[in-house]
């Protein structure tokens, strides 16, 4: 049967997320063969290989430059776009003096048709090289999409960043778009390349006896507290933010740890065609962008994997991060 996870009442701090461990042991490789897990398998014979091509964006601010919090108070920081030096995949997506900061490059188009396409062809993990500028021939990988900006993050190794101007050009090697899976029931796939599917079953993912997808993920995401991004009628591109203006809620479910890059589930929610709150679905998905003071917002949340049936069952293991899994730093 479909795995449906509950969440403790009033247990502070990393207690939520231990109880649960109790209950959803940690997976390995290891212990996955032991559980007799299968491998989530897709139609990767069918999948097509395209390039999609933008560049890193220059940073932009409205004037004034104030963002507002529900509080009342007035903050100046930085905000979306350019090339993020200091924080980058695995670093903290919450203790920050930004705004929606977008980890290593951020990279656009100037068409907005062409603009939304790069959106939803990139995926989760596709290689992305330079082809312009003193960097040129760089390699590095998705590591998160944007929604409503439309900017897609790149990670690279560190050597490339001090070679890196605004306004270079990169190409993404865009595969991933049209994967379903073949070996498991009532979950859509989204967002995701084959080279994430491959780092997360070798990570522990994979279908068991009852025909579950069990999924490594560091933080269980209470749905009710999903804000920014809801109302689309799809999940192809962007992403939707995680509100974290309650700390008894941060602290419960140990939210002030998160990571860019972190593989995280949220609980009651469906990301099928579109974002919304179905009491049993389970989505999973990745920390594309950092905190935010605006009400509504916070740290994003791209869609991965997803299921309606609630036929999805999250296994908290902290090392589940882009990092980790794709060898990123």
């Known amino acids: 049967m479909p795995f449906r996870p509950g ?21 390995s490789p ?12 897709v139609n990767l014979e069918e999948l097509v290989e ?74 989760i993990g596709n290689e992305v090289r330079i082809v312009s500028g003193d960097a040129r021939g760089a390699v590095g990988t998705v590591i998160g999409k944007h929604g409503g900006i439309d900017n897609v993050m790149v990670e690279f190794p ?11 050009r990169m190409q993404v090697r865009a595969v991933g778009l049209g994967m379903e899976a073949t070996n498991v029931d009532g979950v859509a796939i989204r967002n995701m390349s084959p080279r994430l599917l491959d780092a997360l079953n070798a990570a522990g993912m994979g279908v068991d006896g009852d ?12 749905a009710k507290i999903m804000g920014s991004g809801l109302g689309r009628n799809h999940v192809a591109s962007g992403d939707y933010d995680i509100q974290m203006f309650d700390e008894g809620v941060n602290e419960r479910y140990n939210l002030n740890s998160l990571r860019m890059g972190d593989i995280v589930a949220i609980i009651d929610a469906d990301n099928t065609h ?25 740290p994003g949340v791209t869609a991965l994997l997803t299921s309606a ?21």
């Open 274 to 298: 579109g974002r919304i709150w179905l009491e049993g679905a389970v989505t999973i998905g990745v920390i594309s962008h950092g905190k935010s003071r605006v009400a509504g917002h916070g």
């Open 50 to 123: 395209m390039a999609a091509l933008g560049e890193i964006r220059a940073p932009t601010f409205p004037n004034p430059p104030y963002r507002i919090a529900p509080d009342g108070s007035i903050l100046t920081i930085p905000g979306t776009s350019s090339i993020v030096y200091n924080f980058r995949v695995g670093d903290t997506a919450i203790h920050m003096a930004g705004d929606h900061i977008e980890p290593g490059v951020s990279m656009s188009h100037p068409s907005d048709a062409e603009r939304h396409a790069l959106n939803v062809l990139a995926q």
């Open 158 to 168: 560190d050597e490339v960043y001090d070679d890196l101007v605004i306004g270079d």
């Open 7 to 27: 969440f403790p009442s009033s247990a502070p701090g990393l207690a939520a997320v231990t109880a649960l461990t109790i209950l959803l042991p940690v997976l």
């Open 30 to 41: 290891a212990n996955a063969t032991a559980q007799q897990l299968r491998p989530l398998e």
């Open 309 to 329: 049936e609630g036929n999805i069952r999250p296994v908290v293991d902290s090392d589940t991060n882009l990092a980790t899994l794709l060898n990123l730093r």
């Open 211 to 222: 025909g579950v997808l069990q999924v490594p993920v560091t933080h269980l995401v209470p």
